[in-house]
């Protein structure tokens, strides 16, 4: 029985969230239709969702609200799987024998495609070699920080005690809940991962925690990667020299990770130290998936269709993680296309930018009357 | 209002210095974007990766934002923040692979190094700007002793609440750990500038203990259980007062007030027998 916790576990943050992520296929087009884009599209959809069922369950059920909520979210999440791989099989077998794009890569050896391909392989090569070692000195070193003190042991008293922010963290006891604060439900998401998983919550946070945040957050730098050098790996089934630009830059990234921390400050320290704070998943996942979008919204007109939604759905996770985070969303997607409407001259993307920070104006508007 | 504008500008100036903290990569950013601003030419990155930056950096240091962010958004410590909209990471990787596009593996190396050159490795010991790390003792990566301490006090009352006084290092684990192990103070004492009034806090923490005096102000607040530093001293001896010893590790020693225990047995909210 024990040994099917990490793999219930492993299924709750990877298969289901990937089965999500393809209801949102039929939003992205050849060019960012990649594994993790999907994954990253289904994790932002089972946050969104998370996030809406918390703070219904934390208004609207007096006792031990927690039981409600985890149980509520486990039919949703499993509902959105469901659906997206129903939708996969539709797709496919609507789509016939033209519904694959992947060209064969050709077989005939020369220099170029040698020399282009070993390049590229020992570059993805290099990337998991850092990302292993980064791995395994998350897993097996500690970093003291005091505000653990809060969001480990609130998300320990929803798995424990069934209490969403009505007990306090500090000293134990009940108290009034407050709202305002705990709109960034995301210990909740890690005490529901503990209920449902069997594994103490302290150790989804502080052991497992870094262990798929990190990764996470390097998929998420992934698809700003795809966003920028497109698909130029492959052209007509022969592998390209420009195949080494995306594990070039991945590498650059996961060495900046490690050697990011000149001070307690950044991004990079909070997400190599703290994965499972709220604020360091806004940092190192929201921030690039909104970058990674307002690089899909600077394309051509047809590229948008993936990008609204998304920002959408990753603002609603931006104030998932931390009060602040729909505030820094909000400016982030503002900035972004007011810029991008100045340089391509296009009204359009503005507008799309607007649209794309309602979840965080309605989330400051409770944040503010909620004072 | 011209003081506290220029008061905010030196206030802004000094919270990028801090996040900017020791080394140069900051720097290191700031001529990856240099560089792109005069070599790229593709408008998407121009926007995203030179202009909006920019925008950002400008933002943070004026002080008109810091007044409007401290007085409609937070007043914490929490605008440093801005700066996380920096894609950094995006700005040199992107750099460098157009700067080394033509001999990527040999790129790959020279780039590395000289982040790691400019930057701070995370698992290095602290060094003025950041704490050193640890090597995790377990696998809720706590102190060993702080779950040797909660099991000593929660053994035998799986499903209750009990409350226990414990030196303030210890506050800081062991509800991450058992969360119905209740605190007589906890974290709050660190951020208190008022915690010298909590009497039970500062007894706990003194050089030599008053065994009596510290039951008396332990059972006002509930608390069942005493934790102290394998080498404390006492004006009395503990078990004299009325303690009973439960059990220890190899930095504390934990004592148990049973007369105290037995009243909250009474008490359904804190007891489900």
Redesign the interface.
């Known amino acids: 029985m024990i040994y099917l916790k990490p793999v219930i576990l492993i299924l709750l943050i990877t298969v289901l969230p990937f089965m999500a992520g393809l209801n949102m296929v039929p939003f992205l087009n050849k060019k960012n239709d990649k594994w993790y884009t999907v994954y990253i599209l289904g994790f932002m959809l089972d946050m969104a969702a998370f996030f809406v069922t918390a703070i219904a369950c934390m208004l609207l059920v007096k006792q031990v609200p927690f039981n409600t909520c985890s149980f509520a979210y486990l039919i949703i999440q499993s509902v959105l799987a469901v659906t997206g791989l129903a939708g996969a099989i539709y797709r496919r077998k609507n789509s016939g024998k033209s519904g694959s794009s992947k060209k064969k890569i050709s077989n005939e050896v020369n220099d170029t495609f040698r020399s282009s391909f070993l390049?590229s392989a020992?570059?993805w090569a290099?990337f998991a070699v850092i990302v292993a070692f980064t791995l395994i000195?998350s897993?097996?070193?500690?970093?003291?920080?005091?505000d653990?003190?809060?969001y480990?042991?609130q998300a320990?008293?929803a798995d424990?005690?069934g209490a969403m922010y009505t007990?306090?963290?500090?000293?134990?006891?009940p108290t009034q809940l407050d709202l305002r604060h705990a709109l960034a439900v995301m210990p909740m998401w890690f005490a529901y991962l503990a209920r449902i998983s069997g594994i103490?919550a302290?150790?989804v946070c502080?052991?497992i925690g870094p262990l798929f945040l990190i990764p996470v957050s390097l998929l998420a730098?992934l698809m700003?990667?795809r966003a920028?050098y497109g698909d130029t790996r492959v052209i007509d089934g022969r592998v390209t020299e420009d195949a080494?630009?995306l594990p070039?830059?991945?590498?650059?990234?996961s060495?900046?990770?490690?050697?990011?921390?000149?001070?307690?400050?950044?991004?990079?320290?909070f997400i190599?130290?703290r994965s499972w704070q709220g604020?360091a998943m806004?940092?190192s996942i929201a921030?690039?998936v909104i970058?990674a979008a307002?690089?899909w919204l600077?394309?051509e007109v047809e590229e948008h269709k993936g990008a609204v939604p998304l920002l959408f759905l990753t603002g609603m996770f931006a104030g998932m993680c931390t009060?602040?985070g729909a505030?820094?969303a909000a400016?982030?997607i503002l900035?972004?296309t007011f810029?991008?409407t100045?340089?391509?001259k296009n009204g359009k993307l503005l507008l799309a930018g607007i649209v794309s920070v309602i979840p965080e104006v309605l989330y400051i508007i409770a944040y503010t009357v909620l004072k | 209002m011209i003081d506290q504008m220029i008061n905010y500008f030196q206030m802004n100036i000094d919270t990028v210095i801090?996040?900017?903290?020791?080394?140069f990569?900051?720097a290191l950013y700031g001529l990856a974007a240099a560089y792109l601003l005069f070599t790229e030419k593709d408008?998407?990155?121009?926007?995203?990766f030179i202009?909006?930056p920019l925008?950002?950096i400008l933002a943070v240091i004026l002080p008109p934002v810091r007044y409007a962010f401290v007085r409609y958004?937070?007043t914490g410590d929490?605008y440093?923040?801005?700066?996380?909209?920096l894609?950094?990471?995006?700005t040199?990787?992107?750099a460098?692979?157009k700067i080394?596009?033509g001999m990527?593996?040999i790129?790959?190396t020279l780039?590395?190094t000289a982040?790691?050159l400019?930057?701070?490795?995370?698992?290095?010991a602290g060094n003025g700007?950041?704490?050193a790390?640890?090597?995790?003792?377990n696998?809720?990566?706590?102190p060993e002793e702080a779950i040797g301490v909660a099991d000593i006090i929660m053994a035998g009352e799986k499903g209750n609440?009990i409350?226990a006084a414990m030196p303030a290092e210890l506050?800081?684990?062991v509800?991450?750990?058992?969360?119905?192990?209740?605190?007589?103070?906890?974290?709050?004492k660190?951020m208190d500038p008022y915690a010298e009034a909590d009497k039970l806090f500062v007894m706990m923490h003194e050089e030599v203990i008053d065994s009596c005096a510290l039951l008396e102000l332990g059972r006002e607040r509930q608390v069942c259980f005493y934790v102290f530093p394998i080498d404390q001293e006492f004006s009395a001896d503990p078990e004299s007062a009325g303690l009973e010893k439960a059990g220890e590790t190899k930095k504390y020693v934990v004592y148990k007030d049973a007369y105290e225990l037995e009243e909250m047995r009474k008490i359904q909210f804190y007891y489900h027998p």
């Open positions: 390049e020992f570059l290099a000195k897993m097996t070193t500690v970093f003291d920080d005091g653990n003190a809060y480990v042991t320990v008293l424990e005690q007990l306090l963290p500090y000293t134990g006891g103490h302290g150790i502080r052991s730098w700003v990667g920028i080494g630009r070039f830059f991945m590498c650059m990234v060495v900046i990770y490690l050697y990011g921390s000149t001070s307690r400050y950044t991004a990079e320290r190599m130290t604020k806004f940092a921030v690039p970058i307002l690089i600077s394309d009060s602040l505030f820094f400016v982030l900035a972004g810029v991008l100045l340089v391509k | 801090a996040y900017a903290g020791s080394g990569l900051m408008k998407r990155i121009r926007a995203l202009y909006l925008l950002i958004i937070d929490t440093y923040r801005f700066l996380w909209l894609p950094m990471c995006a040199i990787a992107y460098s692979e080394f596009s990527r593996l790129g790959i780039a590395a982040v790691a400019c930057g701070h490795y995370v698992y290095d700007y950041t704490e790390p640890v090597r995790a003792e696998v809720y990566h706590l609440q409350r506050t800081v684990s509800r991450q750990y058992d969360t119905n192990l209740y605190l007589a103070y906890g974290r709050e660190f």
